[in-house]
């Protein structure tokens, strides 16, 4: 639709249409695109300070050198690590994210104080922490909830936490209702060890311990088995891919985004964390997407248009939202981008969505509404790089001090 | 090297080192980041009218439609639609360009004004055109060369010219001592016709009629084979990956860089056209490439460094010129990039190459050099935004008296 106003009243959208009747406060968006905000729904905010390192790794290599820095990490440096995350999200046009993180309190305090949407808790990792810290931290967080920022459990992985822990996650879903994040079949690696070790496919051993349900979101899937699709479209659990990710893993496989979409099963888009993509920014990550799938399958039934409904309308449903598009009674959650930027022109209503997905970046994207309030835009542009820039310099000074010395104890 | 000065006198930089004594003009780049300008070794410039056009189509088909609408395509649509392509080249660190499409003394005058560096020439296409008259077109660009654009044999396929066309255009080679251009082994189908028609494989053919030299540049290559490689290899032959292009157009297959590399070959990058990727950015390509790379091999052989190898010091060898590193000697063909852009913190030593290429973007690049002159930069950059609208606004105003007409016409 072109020449549209819309209305915002409270934290909603009211009223669409022409030549609506101002009252109130007026934003000119002459020249400028109206999508709804996007919704990164995998990624691990608190890692911007490793981005960049050990990039040519495959993933359990990759993992190895990242928990040795981690187990170092101070919650002041992933409170930094996440604002900066936070910033490149909010300035690339995300509303909204799922995060998997340690200390995510201090990650829930920056969102709430740059007022972007979210969900995210701590993560079980056996070998990392104790399970019962782990759930006690999610416990706190619960009483810390607000409008815009709700609690998930994250458990990093099936080959990461021993069965007990599967079962008491399936506990605290069932006690407090809260969804369940966590990467699965991720590569051939972990299908194989899962196999071996419970000689079914992860979803199967996921489903015997009654965690695929509705609020479950499972992550990666370049490995999942067509028995495993059907489970989870037959439980109405929710799935996300992150295409730059497996790529620059290298872990290979095949996630069937058009396949799944027709099974009716909610497909989500994330670009995972700083250090394994290297960017947060879903416009370039929904391009991405597109070619990934063209790519393993030489055909284009992979449209512009799906990745961004992973972008918006599906990630909305992930996080319990009412959103996606446009529309009267939808959150007031938007992203507004210049139409004058240089590599969209020309720009017509005939290549919007092209455009959006194969020639935008989050660097065209003017201003970020979340819940009715614009949080970022020309008015407080300049206060959002110089703090990036402060945090950075904190950043690298940090990693010139901790960096090298976990070099040399590998 | 961190805190360097670089000294350039002419087209060249004669000294490179900390604490040069200045003489002249000096520009402050404290806290940016000087990296060889890059290559963008396959392009149609003149494509930016149809950006976003036709988008979901597999490689014939999307020809089809290209060749409909690009019938009609004047050389004043031309003209603007390669300038466009080239302020967004400019303006997103790309210094000279490989070049191929209709009416190439258009684009020839665009590239002289804006003080680019590039290779182009028309296009022996046998549907679309006469070869006698494709060359007196080249014949007619020769007297035009100069220190920064040359005229170039493009021949568009194999499938798509006669075997006269191919012994002409090396006849050509032999009288001009020119280099060649061609798409080659893009597609299975493209491979499969060559070989009913033929016998060989396309690079096969085109051996035997002496078209596989020291100067002779393929592209795409997605399907060749390993005996192809090794003509290529035997001959010095050079090759160009477009990774986004052929992502896009489902065109499936392997280009395999690293082997390549290892064999000798020179291997050079490019976006492909504004229709085909759609942008023209090489920052985004090198991303491209390295994950394109791991997708398919499941490895991490292919690395960020082998991605700037392939945008500079292998774009240098393609076009003929001395660069592709900083250093004294080398043309002046040089990216400035701001290393406090969000997205690229925290930034260092340890991270710089892993940056540039999986997290920058062309919309990180501050000022581009060529040949010694800045050729964009801060003292210019509103200038460039302002041509770019004022020329959308022309294509948008042509698109919508023209692909009506066309699209009806399908």
């Given at each position: 639709?072109?020449?549209?106003?819309?209305?915002?009243?409270?934290?909603?959208?009211?009223?669409?249409?022409r030549e609506l009747k101002a009252d109130g406060e007026v934003m000119n968006c002459s020249r400028m695109i109206a999508m709804p905000g996007m919704v990164n729904?995998?990624?691990?905010?608190?890692?911007?300070?490793?981005?960049?390192?050990?990039?040519?790794?495959?993933?359990?290599?990759?993992?190895?050198?990242?928990?040795?820095?981690?187990?170092?990490?101070?919650?002041?440096?992933?409170?930094?690590?996440?604002?900066?995350?936070?910033?490149?999200?909010?300035?690339?046009?995300?509303?909204?994210?799922?995060?998997?993180?340690?200390?995510?309190?201090?990650?829930?305090?920056?969102?709430?104080?740059?007022?972007?949407?979210?969900?995210?808790?701590?993560?079980?990792?056996?070998?990392?922490?104790?399970?019962?810290?782990?759930?006690?931290?999610?416990?706190?967080?619960?009483?810390?909830?607000?409008?815009?920022?709700?609690?998930?459990?994250?458990?990093?992985?099936?080959?990461?936490?021993?069965?007990?822990?599967?079962?008491?996650?399936?506990?605290?879903?069932?006690?407090?209702?809260?969804?369940?994040?966590?990467?699965?079949?991720?590569?051939?690696?972990?299908?194989?060890?899962?196999r071996r070790k419970y000689g079914k496919q992860p979803i199967e051993v996921l489903m015997d311990v009654g965690l695929v349900r509705r609020n479950s979101i499972?992550?990666?899937?370049?490995?999942?088995?067509?028995?495993?699709?059907?489970?989870?479209?037959?439980?109405?659990?929710?799935?996300?891919?992150?295409?730059?990710?497996?790529?620059?893993?290298?872990?290979?496989?095949?996630?069937?985004?058009?396949?799944?979409?027709?099974?009716?099963?909610?497909?989500?888009?994330?670009?995972?964390?700083?250090?394994?993509?290297?960017?947060?920014?879903?416009?370039?990550?929904?391009?991405?997407?597109?070619?990934?799938?063209?790519?393993?399958?030489?055909?284009?039934?992979?449209?512009?248009?799906?990745?961004?409904?992973?972008?918006?309308?599906?990630?909305?449903?992930?996080?319990?939202?009412?959103?996606?598009?446009?529309?009267?009674?939808?959150?007031?959650?938007?992203?507004?981008?210049?139409?004058?930027?240089?590599?969209?022109?020309?720009?017509?209503?005939?290549?919007?969505?092209?455009?959006?997905?194969?020639?935008?970046?989050?660097?065209?994207?003017?201003?970020?509404?979340?819940?009715?309030?614009?949080?970022?835009?020309?008015?407080?542009?300049?206060?959002?790089?110089?703090?990036?820039?402060?945090?950075?310099?904190?950043?690298?000074?940090?990693?010139?001090?901790?960096?090298?010395?976990?070099?040399?104890?590998k």
């Amino acid at each position: 639709m072109e020449d549209v106003d819309i209305r915002i009243e409270g934290e909603e959208i009211t009223e669409v249409g022409r030549e609506l009747k101002a009252d109130g406060e007026v934003m000119n968006c002459s020249r400028m695109i109206a999508m709804p905000g996007m919704v990164n729904a995998h990624t691990h905010l608190g890692m911007s300070l490793l981005r960049g390192y050990r990039d040519d790794e495959e993933l359990m290599d990759w993992l190895n050198s990242m928990w040795s820095v981690e187990r170092r990490l101070s919650e002041e440096v992933i409170g930094l690590s996440s604002e900066l995350s936070i910033i490149e999200s909010i300035m690339s046009g995300t509303t909204a994210f799922i995060d998997m993180y340690f200390h995510p309190s201090v990650t829930m305090e920056v969102a709430k104080k740059y007022g972007i949407r979210g969900l995210l808790g701590p993560v079980f990792i056996d070998g990392l922490n104790d399970p019962k810290l782990v759930e006690n931290d999610l416990r706190n967080m619960l009483s810390s909830r607000n409008e815009l920022i709700k609690p998930v459990i994250n458990i990093h992985g099936i080959y990461s936490v021993g069965k007990d822990t599967l079962e008491r996650a399936a506990a605290l879903m069932d006690e407090t209702g809260l969804p369940l994040n966590m990467h699965v079949d991720e590569t051939r690696d972990e299908v194989m060890e899962i196999r071996r070790k419970y000689g079914k496919q992860p979803i199967e051993v996921l489903m015997d311990v009654g965690l695929v349900r509705r609020n479950s979101i499972f992550v990666h899937l370049g490995w999942v088995s067509s028995w495993e699709l059907e489970i989870i479209t037959r439980e109405g659990a929710n799935v996300v891919h992150c295409p730059t990710s497996n790529m620059k893993l290298a872990t290979g496989g095949f996630f069937p985004i058009v396949e799944l979409m027709k099974m009716g099963v909610n497909v989500g888009i994330g670009t995972d964390g700083p250090a394994s993509n290297n960017s947060l920014d879903v416009f370039r990550e929904m391009k991405m997407a597109v070619l990934l799938q063209r790519n393993n399958y030489w055909s284009t039934a992979m449209k512009a248009s799906h990745a961004i409904s992973m972008a918006t309308k599906n990630g909305y449903e992930l996080i319990g939202v009412r959103g996606g598009d446009i529309a009267p009674g939808n959150k007031a959650d938007l992203v507004l981008l210049s139409a004058d930027s240089i590599g969209l022109l020309p720009m017509g209503p005939d290549n919007l969505v092209s455009n959006l997905v194969y020639s935008a970046t989050g660097r065209d994207v003017v201003a970020t509404i979340v819940n009715g309030r614009i949080i970022y835009g020309p008015h407080n542009r300049d206060e959002f790089i110089e703090r990036a820039i402060e945090i950075g310099r904190k950043l690298e000074d940090y990693k010139s001090r901790l960096l090298p010395m976990v070099q040399l104890s590998k």
